[in-house]
């Protein structure tokens, strides 16, 4: 009786199966079986095998009825125990500037790179030095140093950074992107002095009891240097970009966000990337608007022209929390020697302004991204949100906040109530609970770092990013750290925040395709849907969840083509 059980349902599948792909039986021209699939579909989270044909899922069940659609051609693809899921979908991060930072020295600590004292500074300084033997007053880049985790636990200064050469003008990028250090050439160089103002929205950092800057530079003051002293063009970046998506690929990507796009030329390296490599990630870049024009007509749109388009535009409301640079309602836990009350504070202090903004491109139909960290800032770019619904009445906007590290339970029961999304930095979590507890946020509000568990609970669409190159493009990482809430020291932070594994999968896949407007085409495995796929060595919910940061990418592949191949590297 149990075998005609099986018989019975395995033959209804298969009627279901053809009646969904609404197309006479066709070959596939791949099969997959032999393992787990976890398809981010509620209707049937799980299947035992998938056909893809023409770049499309033909068929997902079991085993039986997908090996239906088996022709003489068909690849039958055996994953050996393994799992299949869909392809990790990228919902914040930083394409270009992976490639750019690639040009760099660099300056990551462990368990990221090498750099935990000024003196391991200093040495990939002269290494960097000896290596791209720069011209004559040419720019010398480092990126990704954490003050926290120097021996010295303090940010460089332009005196330490003159040790390495006064003749060379030197800029050292914090990891955050949000602050950077100059040597005094480079001070020089910039126009900074003890007359120079503090730009607004940005800090120049003095020499205690003086007005000469110290090279430390914030924000709105450092940023307008990128674009001057980061220049790698030409030929160099289009190979740079090409192997930063060869590193979002290994990493199970196949949808990747550039967030902040201000370079036409950027755009037109990576058409020409995926024209000549005929399949890669898609990508979908926001226009840093507080970069170039407010009013600049972006020319967003949902279809993609050589595996590029323009998702919409980013706001940056404020800056980042360990360089003490978000705007928080509340002050810093621990005050710094002179400080009062310190709370960081916005990029754009106006409000009337940020509301005139997004109701601009609310009302052109353009999706807005807002970089809001601290509470104070998401205070701000809510109140700009419903500005903007007000002005221009209801729509799909799907307005993603980015970040939101710092919460509080009547912002997540007012976004329950607009049209916004969320995408949380959960890295955080790890890399900087311990710092969160003990200096920048103390135990109360580092407990609620990064709540997307309530965030889930109130029913407002959530991701969960890794922000490259802040953090490495690693989403097993990212899943393990929402999972787990495990710091580097090895704390339990905030246990009622975490999330189960298939919520943490969701948040990397189908989530980030709503939030995309993509849920039709990306995010599950579906008939009719992309044959976007991730293959990984084991379940991520079948293992130990302290386990899952070690689960390994196999195979990436988009639209029924292999983009990465872990056993062909």
């Known amino acids: 009786m149990k075998l005609i059980l099986q018989g019975v349902f395995a033959l209804l599948l298969g009627f279901t199966m053809q009646a969904q792909s609404d197309q006479a039986p066709v070959a596939a021209d791949s099969i997959y079986f032999g393992g787990t699939v ?16 023409d770049g499309r899922i033909l068929a997902v069940g079991e085993e039986t009825p997908v090996r239906a659609y088996q022709g003489e051609r068909t690849r039958m693809i055996d994953l050996q125990g393994r799992a299949l899921m869909p392809g990790f979908i990228d919902s914040h991060s930083h394409l270009s500037m992976v490639a ?7 300056m990551s600590p462990p368990p990221v790179g090498k750099v ?45 950074l003159d040790r390495v050469s006064t003749e060379y003008p030197i800029l050292l990028i914090h990891f955050s992107s949000h602050q950077a250090v100059l040597n005094s050439r480079g001070l020089e160089l910039a126009g900074y002095n003890a007359d120079s103002p503090d730009p607004s929205g940005g800090v120049i950092a003095r020499k205690p009891g003086t007005r000469e800057p110290n090279g430390i530079i914030e924000e709105q003051a450092w940023i307008p240097l990128f674009r001057k002293v980061v220049n790698v063009r030409g030929d160099e970046m289009a190979s740079r970009l090409e192997k930063a998506l060869d590193i979002y690929a290994a990493a199970g990507f196949t949808t990747v966000q550039d967030g902040a796009v201000s370079d036409p030329r950027t755009v037109a390296h990576l058409k020409d990337i995926h024209e000549k490599r005929g399949m890669g990630p898609d990508i979908i870049g926001f226009a840093w608007v507080q970069e170039v024009a407010g009013e600049r007509e972006i020319g967003a749109g949902k279809a993609y022209d050589r595996g590029y388009r323009t998702g919409g535009v980013k706001f940056v409301l404020d800056g980042g929390s360990p360089g003490r640079t978000a705007y928080l309602r509340e002050p810093y836990f621990v005050q710094k020697e002179g400080e009062k009350n310190y709370r960081g504070y916005p990029h754009v202090a106006s409000q009337d302004k940020i509301n005139r903004q997004v109701t601009s491109y609310y009302a052109r139909d353009i999706p807005v991204n807002i970089h809001a960290l601290g509470d104070a800032a998401l205070d701000m770019g809510l109140d700009a949100v419903a500005y903007a619904e007000a002005q221009q009445g209801g729509g799909d906007r799907r307005t993603n906040m980015i970040h939101l590290q710092v919460v509080a339970d009547d912002q997540i029961e007012r976004m329950k109530h607009l049209d916004v999304t969320a995408t949380f930095q959960v890295t955080h979590n790890y890399y900087f609970g311990d710092l969160h507890l003990a200096n920048t946020l103390g135990p109360k509000r580092a407990n609620r770092l990064n709540p997307l568990q309530s965030m889930l609970k109130a029913g407002v669409s959530s991701t969960i990013h890794h922000d490259a190159p802040v953090h490495p ?7 393990w750290a929402v999972v787990n ?11 009622q925040e975490r999330v189960s594994v298939m919520d943490a999968l969701k948040a990397s896949t189908i989530n980030a395709a709503y939030q995309y407007f993509e849920e039709g085409s990306k995010g599950s495995i579906e008939v009719g849907k992309l044959a976007d796929f991730v293959i990984l060595d084991a379940d991520p919910t079948a293992v130990d969840p302290m386990a899952i940061k070690n689960i390994a990418v196999r195979q990436t592949i988009k639209a029924g083509q292999v983009i990465y191949s872990a056993d062909s590297q």
Do not use: C
């Not at 509620?42 to 299947?47: K, L, S, T, V, W």
């Not at 750019?100 to 660099?106: D, F, L, N, R, V």
């Open 100 to 106: 750019i930072k690639s040009a760099t020295a660099e």
């Open 38 to 53: 976890l398809t981010m579909n509620d209707a049937m989270p799980r299947a035992r095998a998938v056909a893809v044909h």
């Open 485 to 495: 809430r495990v710091t580097l020291g090895g704390v339990l932070l905030g246990p």
């Open 473 to 479: 493009a690693d989403q097993m990482l990212i899943i």
């Open 116 to 160: 935990d004292s000024l003196a391991a500074m200093e040495a990939v300084f002269r290494a960097h030095l000896e290596k791209t033997r720069p011209a004559p007053g040419e720019w010398v880049v480092g990126w990704g140093y954490d003050h926290s985790k120097l021996a010295e636990n303090r940010h460089p200064t332009a005196a330490d």
